[in-house]
């Protein structure tokens, strides 16, 4: 789910992605809302692309998309869209590495040098940064997956038996934000770091027992841990950054899974916020 005024009408569009059907067969179903003065009204439906909003170094945000296609759950090419003659329309594509998916990236002056890069959740696992003509200037040894939000989809090469081959599991990458949290004028890519409890054993069952929020800042070489968070149990499943308490200062929002839960146990999560001055000063060194 995104917000932003993608049709600049004064009035902010909720984006929702949604992936509908069901064994992995399931297409593209995503919409569109908009307050009209008393409600939300779908002022488009049944749109054939995942959307993704990004915030920029500058604050104004842009609204992206991406397609799917009968045989790969992503098609390939990442779109800048624009409102067009009463539709959200595809405009310029982003120089990015051919399997990019749409909720793998985020944009921002992450080398503190006046200039806009690519920050990319490789793989789902390894941090990269792809410069404006697409090309590949660092990739991270460090693991920044650890997802546990998956949705089916059958193989391309199982597409003509669907009814015959299990589906697998597309987890969705960790979010990524460039932001000068700390406020010492240098922007910092904030992530989350997720431990696992099985190391690549069972790629379909996936279990964690600790993570954390993490910045890192570019040295000239290569981005690297500057401070994180304390330890939480099992694990941090999304974050977001913002001035929640009207303080003049950033917080960090972001929720912790302590239980998946199963067919006969209860899920147990909650949502819990931290002031990042006070969580840098106590931050280990």
């Not at 990015?96 to 944009?107: C, D, G, S, V």
């Amino acid at each position: 789910v995104d917000v932003i005024d993608a049709n600049v009408n004064g009035t902010s569009e909720i984006f929702v992605t949604n992936v509908s059907g069901k064994s992995g067969t399931g297409a593209l179903a995503s919409f569109v809302l908009e307050w009209d003065g008393i409600d939300f009204k779908r002022i488009a439906k049944n749109i054939k692309w995942y959307f993704k909003a990004v915030r920029h170094s500058n604050g104004e945000k842009t609204l992206y998309g991406q397609k799917r296609t009968s045989e790969e759950v992503f098609a390939r090419g990442i779109y800048k869209m624009i409102w067009i003659n009463g539709q959200y329309t595809a405009a310029e594509r982003l120089p990015l590495p051919f399997n990019t998916n749409i909720f793998a990236f985020t944009i921002g002056d992450a080398l503190n040098n006046q200039t806009e890069v690519f920050v990319v959740n490789r793989d789902g696992k390894y941090a990269s940064v792809v410069n404006s003509n697409g090309k590949t200037i660092w990739k991270s040894g460090d693991d920044y997956g650890g997802s546990d939000i998956f949705f089916e989809y059958i193989p391309s090469y199982n597409s003509g038996e669907r009814d015959k081959k299990d589906t697998w599991n597309f987890y969705m990458p960790l979010p990524l934000q460039v932001v000068d949290l700390n406020r010492d004028g240098l922007n910092e890519v904030i992530t989350i770091l997720n431990e696992p409890l099985l190391f690549g054993v069972m790629s379909r069952v996936r279990s964690y027992k600790k993570g954390l929020i993490t910045s890192l800042i570019w040295d000239g070489s290569g981005l690297y841990q500057q401070w994180r968070t304390r330890e939480f149990q099992k694990y941090i499943s999304d974050f977001v950054v913002g001035d929640l308490n009207n303080d003049g200062r950033d917080e960090i929002a972001f929720l912790v899974v302590q239980k998946s839960g199963t067919s006969l146990t209860k899920p147990i999560s909650f949502i819990s916020t931290i002031d990042v001055q006070r969580e840098i000063a106590a931050a280990p060194k």
